[in-house]
């Protein structure tokens, strides 16, 4: 099976850095994936990772240590619209599927 | 425009009524997903579909029917033998053939049972 952990929530000030954690355990990694997602609203894609580093889109980037069984989100330049859910998950090789974690709920305050 | 379409955005129904939910998609994808949101949860996996006539159970398929009749297609029935119906229901799709194609989700489903 897959176990995914995230905090719960985190807050950060517009204009700021934020990394948002996500660590995993599974029996045949084949890669992760971040979403964001609005309130009310369907999970929308930001990254992929499958090997060890950095992945960085525009004001995104994502890591990942397949060793460690860890990666994180960092949001550089934290706009309000920012405020949302962000999901971590994981594909393993042993099913088609995404098992997602229960997501980090960003506030980010003026 | 391609996408996926869900339908209602809102669902009312009564106890002890089985609803079913609708998902279709004009991606040309092969596989096709359902999940089910609760407040502050993440998604967890009911049923999938690699191909047409074929479907495995997710992690909470219990209470839950699908089927796979066309590519385009992939309804949701919600059975009254699931206990705790009232949650978001969110449909996804995604092509087979590449490593790092990501599944594109629907606008989802609020099904409230009273």
């Known amino acids: 099976g897959q176990n995914i952990d995230q905090p719960t929530e985190m807050t950060a000030t517009e204009g700021a850095i934020v990394q948002i954690n996500c660590t995993y355990q599974?029996?045949?990694?084949?890669?992760l994936f971040w979403y964001q997602q609005h309130a009310g609203e369907a999970p929308t894609f930001l990254s992929y990772n499958v090997l060890d580093g950095l992945e960085e889109k525009g004001r995104f980037s994502s890591f990942l240590s397949r060793s460690k069984g860890y990666s994180y989100l960092l949001l550089k330049e934290l706009q309000m619209k920012d405020s949302a859910s962000y999901l971590c998950?994981?594909?393993?090789?042993?099913?088609?599927?995404?098992?997602f974690g229960s997501g980090t709920r960003l506030q980010v305050q003026p | 425009d391609g996408g996926i379409t869900q339908s209602p955005k809102y669902l009312f129904r009564k106890e002890g009524q089985n609803v079913t939910l609708s998902c279709e998609q004009n991606l040309n994808h092969d596989a096709m997903y359902w999940y089910r949101q609760d407040p502050g949860q993440g998604l967890r996996l009911i049923y999938y579909?690699?191909?047409?006539?074929?479907?495995q159970k997710g992690d909470i398929a219990e209470g839950y029917s699908v089927s796979r009749e066309k590519k385009e297609s992939f309804p949701l029935t919600v059975t009254s033998a699931q206990k705790n119906p009232t949650a978001f229901y969110l449909c996804?799709?995604?092509?087979?053939?590449?490593?790092?194609?990501?599944?594109?989700f629907g606008p989802g489903t609020r099904l409230t049972v009273l």
């Open positions: 579909s690699q191909i047409v006539n074929d479907f």
């Open positions: 998950a994981v594909r393993d090789t042993g099913r088609r599927a995404l098992t």
């Open positions: 599974t029996s045949g990694f084949n890669g």
């Open positions: 996804a799709s995604k092509r087979l053939a590449g490593v790092r194609d990501t599944q594109y």
